[in-house]
């Protein structure tokens, strides 16, 4: 399904989800597609994998990687990590009580072998079909939960943070995490709402300054009521993307989505690289004083990526 260029022109000129209410919750109805490309041969994915993404909001492939790639990718997420903390730039985010690394942003700046992965069209040439339409990074980041004392990710919409407090203008946004140890049902993986992308929660409360100083730890404005979670898990279920390192998960922009503690000995790695179409490029916030600092949303360096394809080999 395609978007006129006409539409194009006023994605800027007007909120099309209104969202942190100063008086209420309120759900309505995406006026966007989720699958934007009607399936072909041609396509990367099978049409039984469109349609999983169409109809649920997110798809899980397997076997993406061979073991030489993982261990590059493996390999250079541990040294990330593994950053003096003296040394560590803004975007590293600590865990909310320790010096544990939890999340490094600007993943592919900090990384060349990073970089390459968000460009390998297993990746970004998933994401132009997904939202038929060249794509660059809003955002890289590697997410880390350590065994034993990993914190948990609150339910949310991404994209109800990247319109409110980024400026995108419409749900045109995919994510992709590629695994990069295992996640079992255990340690924390990524959990789903199947269907949760339909429907756009527009959450209560008004935005603070500065707010991602504190929701980058733990996330309390620009979420759902625990009544709305509630009632749509009771609707529509909840599904945990599980799998083995190299697994991918692509997620729509809009999938109510989020992660439990992890309490066990096994550590959860995974690289985050949110897709977005080249034609939805952010505006000015709709629901905050000002943009976030750009290593959390890239406004500057737009550029649409160049598909690569090939293996991922050490530089």
């Not at 349609?51 to 899980?60: I, M, S, W």
């Amino acid at each position: 399904m395609n978007i006129s260029t006409k539409a194009l022109q006023h994605y800027d000129a007007v909120d099309a989800y209104p969202t942190r209410l100063p008086d209420r919750e309120l759900i309505s109805e995406r006026t966007d597609p989720v699958l934007w490309s009607d399936w072909s041969e041609a396509a990367p994915i099978s049409r039984d994998e469109a349609d999983h993404y169409a109809n649920n909001g997110y798809l899980v492939r397997h076997d993406m990687f061979s073991e030489d790639e993982l261990d590059v990718l493996v390999d250079t997420a541990q040294r990330l990590r593994d950053t003096d903390p003296a040394q560590r730039p803004a975007d590293f985010v600590t865990e909310p009580n320790s010096d544990d690394v939890r999340t490094v942003f600007r993943l592919d700046e900090h990384s060349p072998i990073f970089a390459r992965l968000a460009a390998d069209t297993r990746l970004a040439g998933v994401a132009e079909f997904l939202l038929n339409d060249r794509v660059y990074l809003h955002q890289s980041r590697l997410n880390y939960k350590p065994g034993f004392k990993g914190k948990e990710f609150y339910w949310h919409s991404d994209f109800e943070t990247w319109h409110a407090e980024d400026g995108l203008p419409r749900m045109r946004a995919v994510s992709a995490s590629v695994l990069l140890t295992d996640n079992s049902k255990l340690n924390g993986p990524l959990l789903l709402i199947p269907g949760s992308q339909n429907e756009f929660i527009a959450c209560l409360g008004e935005t603070p300054e500065n707010n991602h100083e504190s929701s980058l730890k733990a996330q309390e404005v620009g979420v759902p009521q625990p009544d709305t979670i509630r009632a749509f898990a009771d609707t529509l279920g909840l599904d945990a993307a599980a799998g083995p390192t190299g697994t991918v998960v692509f997620f729509d922009c809009n999938t109510l989505h989020g992660s439990n503690g992890n309490i066990t000995p096994d550590p959860r790695s995974n690289a985050f690289f949110v897709f977005n179409a080249i034609t939805n490029r952010p505006v000015e916030p709709f629901a905050a004083p000002e943009p976030r600092p750009a290593w959390l949303a890239n406004r500057d360096r737009i550029r649409a990526i160049d598909p690569v394809e090939g293996r991922i080999a050490r530089g």
